[in-house]
């Protein structure tokens, strides 16, 4: 298909203005020490239907026009920085803590976790599932969106804005990523398992599936929840070995020729697989990040001045450490603002926002996540203070809970209005998150923090 010159221009246009709006919106959120995520989903909702639409309706159908060329490149594009942002999450994903941290970690995940999800799952049995489903959505997919939504925590959203502070360095941070990372793969599984039990026309499968043919609703479930766990449990366990012999193998002519390049085919790999298997390629994305960093030797950074007497393997590894950035760099630049933007786009707060719920919702998981990271701390033997510290710290959804959102949205497991209490859930706990921590910073950084009650006492360092 060849485009006229009309088609390019708009959709270049299009793009600008996104990158533009994204970017603007971010570093005034960042200039205001809130996380410059929340800034490019603004910018989508302030050129949306919720404002532009509203005052100035035929730009608005203009610039994002509801069929055509246009929305189909943007939303392409938003589809790659999904999957980019899956990659980076799980590269951000340290599943390893140290020794004497992990009685805090394991205490804070439980019950950060299970007590979050249950009272999420609670929570709906009084309401209507019907009024907040989709044509694929259930009782059962609906309690455990809304399990998910109470008790996820957001990775990359924490961390830029322990980043931001000169956190990210502290016994506080580590145990908040360490935290975050195990509940978030957790949940990530219980969502693929919620994309499996969602209900599907023989005409809606793909893949593998797809090929074998069966008409059954039963057997496609189970087919979809076992492949996906089996997907889940080979790549946690033994990802990084593959890519680190994909890495290493002499056949691989890509990686010595482009590092950047390499890792990229190694993402669109885990991607393709999962289509073929009939899977949500986003966990291929995600998984493929956690494995790459695993698989990869520890990031040097050598000094100019001696980087030709430096052996071959810190070269390498500073080789890699470049490739990690250069791919970060650029999709933070480009495709997630895009992704984002999108999602902001899709808000409709004049006419799919149901107030009231929206705040009871609010309320509930932010008692619910707060207080249950809080009840966990203390067992663990944290003062009271750093229990609120952690409570308000891991109650941020950002990200993966706005990515809850729209993949459950796009597979009509729920509709506008949840999708809509689901993003702005994200967005108001990730600004509570920043500006407490900020205000906090200071005794985050000169605090020592107590990881454990123990009776041993410590190695002095050398």
Not at 60 to 72: A, C, M, W, Y
Not at 312 to 325: I, K, M, R, T
Not at 343 to 357: A, E, M, R, T, Y
């Amino acid at each position: 298909m060849t485009l006229s010159t009309i088609q390019v221009a708009q959709l270049l246009t299009t793009t600008a203005v996104v990158i533009l709006a994204a970017h603007a919106l971010g570093y005034l959120f960042a200039k205001l020490r809130q996380p410059a995520v929340i800034g490019e989903i603004v910018a989508g909702l302030l050129l949306g239907p919720t404002l532009l639409g509203l005052v100035a309706p035929q730009i608005k159908s203009e610039l994002f026009p509801k069929t055509g060329l246009t929305p189909i490149a943007l939303g392409t594009l938003g589809q790659f920085g999904l999957l980019l942002l899956m990659f980076i999450t799980g590269g951000e994903m340290q599943l390893r803590t140290a020794e004497r941290e992990r009685r805090t970690v394991s205490l804070i995940t439980t019950a950060g976790l299970i007590l979050p999800f249950a009272c999420g799952v609670a929570f709906v049995q009084v309401l209507d599932h019907r009024d907040f489903s989709g044509p694929s959505g259930s009782s059962i997919t609906f309690a455990l969106i809304v399990g998910i939504a109470v008790a996820v925590t957001s990775i990359p959203v924490i961390s830029r804005i322990m980043l931001d502070l000169g956190l990210l360095h502290t016994t506080f941070a580590r145990i908040v990523l360490s935290v975050a990372a195990i509940e978030d793969v957790v949940l990530y599984v219980v969502l693929a398992v919620v994309l499996s039990l969602a209900h599907r026309s023989p005409t809606d499968d793909y893949g593998l599936w797809a090929l074998i043919g069966s008409h059954s609703t039963a057997l496609s479930v189970a087919y979809h929840v076992i492949v996906t766990l089996v997907f889940f449990g080979f790549f946690l366990a033994r990802g990084h070995r593959l890519f680190r012999w994909l890495l290493s193998s002499r056949a691989n002519v890509v990686a010595r020729r482009s590092p950047v390049a390499a890792r990229l085919a190694w993402l669109l790999g885990a991607v393709l697989i999962c289509i073929a298997l009939g899977i949500n390629p986003i966990f291929g994305a995600l998984l493929a990040g956690v494995a790459l960093r695993r698989g990869e030797p520890p990031y040097t950074d050598p000094e100019p001045s001696t980087m030709r007497t430096t052996d071959a393997e810190s070269l390498s590894s500073h080789s890699n450490g470049q490739a990690w950035d250069a791919i970060r760099q650029f999709a933070l630049a480009f495709f997630i603002p895009i992704y984002f933007f999108t999602v902001g786009l899709k808000l409709d707060l004049i006419h799919n926002f149901h107030i009231l719920f929206f705040l009871v919702f609010l309320v509930l998981s932010c008692a619910v996540k707060a207080g249950s990271i809080w009840f966990g701390a203390k067992l663990a033997g944290q003062p009271s203070g750093r229990a609120w510290d952690l409570a308000v710290a891991l109650n941020a959804r950002g990200g993966p809970g706005i990515v809850l959102a729209t993949v459950t949205f796009e597979a009509a497991i729920i509709n506008e209005s949840f999708f809509t209490s689901l993003v702005l859930l994200s967005v108001l706990t990730s600004q509570l998150a920043g500006f407490w921590l900020d205000r906090r910073s200071a005794a985050l950084v000169t605090d020592a923090v107590p990881t454990m009650v123990t009776t041993t006492p410590e190695v002095p360092k050398t």
